[in-house]
């Protein structure tokens, strides 16, 4: 790594900061849109989502009549907890409700094509969410449904998550232009959308894997391109290598995941045996900055990626992203449903609303054009 160290230029944003709503009613690029990768954003789409995430967290009584009557449906393929359960109290705090469906026992597209489930339930609901095995599960049900959809994981990306992971570094550090994060571990989903939104927000991101187990070279070009197109933040830079040591050195913020994803199960013997070194313990962790945070996207598996030292450590902000997972999806529903601008003020020390929101009229459908893979 052979960037300069970083240095905080704005003071940490306070979780009760006075954010103000206005943030959140610049024109809206992102009605009526899919989120299936973040390869979909500019760098504007994620200063929009993470500056509404921020409005909606100081003022989340502003938000809750914003998303009335409006029905989200999950569809999920793998177990979850937080993806779960920030996506169904997000907008139920929004006024909407979500209905889930458990796909585990089937997957999408087997009982019934996705096409035809796609324009069910576009005539019965107004945003779809989907956790699944394959990415163009996402894909397909986005070209076909006429109604938002959300990737809330898939096999290749996990966009919700790495726009959380981002949200939470900049309630830390403030300004993350120039900041260093180092991933270490697989290169993931999770690891291909981090590196992602690291680029369109100035972050310098170092990947760490053992050889073979690197991030996907599409993603490393998607960040090049990336990159090259971003204009209102200079880009930050993704560097790979196998030195988990060369990776952390101080590091603002080290990141980790497990070594075996879902759907990955028949490798975990191999992969312990392969990650040893990547494990984040003390001694890692004092290679990093001395004020590096250590992050992990959940669930961990103590005593493998990471160690109970660490992991409880007063430097882990873990928690912090499980729940700015709720404030982050707040905003992409918002912003997805156009209705980030339906803060309702209140009347000072009253707290009555001073008018109703107005109605949700749907914007013509904007078809995704970026998400290839």
Known sequence: ????????????????????????????????????????L??????????????????PELYWHALNAKQLAMFFEKDSLRTRMTFETGIN????????????????????????????LERWIDVIVLRTYSHETITEMARFARVPVVNALSDIEHPCQALADIFTLEERFGDLR????????????????????????????TLASPKGYGPKAEFLAAAEALAAGAEEVPAGTVTC?????????????????????????????????????????????????????????????????????VMDSAQSVVFDQAENRMHVQKAILLLLLDAARDATPL??????????VRPF?????????????
């Open 1 to 40: 790594m052979t960037t300069k160290p970083y240095a905080m230029k704005s003071s940490a944003i306070a979780q009760d900061a006075p954010i103000s709503v206005a943030a959140a009613k610049r024109q809206n690029t992102l009605a009526g849109r899919d989120l299936c990768s973040i390869r979909d």
């Open 42 to 59: 500019s760098a504007a789409d994620v200063r929009l989502i993470l500056d509404t995430a921020h409005a909606v967290k100081a003022h």
């Open 93 to 120: 705090t929004l006024g909407g409700s979500a209905i889930f469906i458990d796909q585990k026992g089937s997957r999408l597209g087997e009982r019934e094509t996705l096409a035809d489930v796609a324009h069910n």
């Open 178 to 205: 120039g900041l260093r994060l180092a991933y270490v571990g697989d290169g993931n989903n999770v690891a291909h959308s981090l590196l992602l939104t690291a680029v369109l927000t100035g972050v310098n991101i």
């Open 241 to 309: 290598v196998t030195d988990p040591g060369e990776a952390v050195a101080g590091a603002d913020a080290i990141y980790t995941d497990q070594w075996t994803s879902m759907g990955q199960e028949n490798e975990a013997d191999l992969r312990q045996q392969i990650f040893a070194s990547y494990q984040v313990n003390s001694e890692m962790m004092s290679l990093a900055a001395p004020h590096a945070a250590f992050m992990h996207c959940l669930p961990a598996r103590r005593g493998n990626e990471v160690t109970d030292e």
């Open 347 to 356: 009347t000072e020390g009253s707290g009555a609303r001073l008018e109703g």
């Open 361 to 373: 009229t749907r914007n013509p459908r904007k078809r995704s054009t970026q998400s290839s893979f």
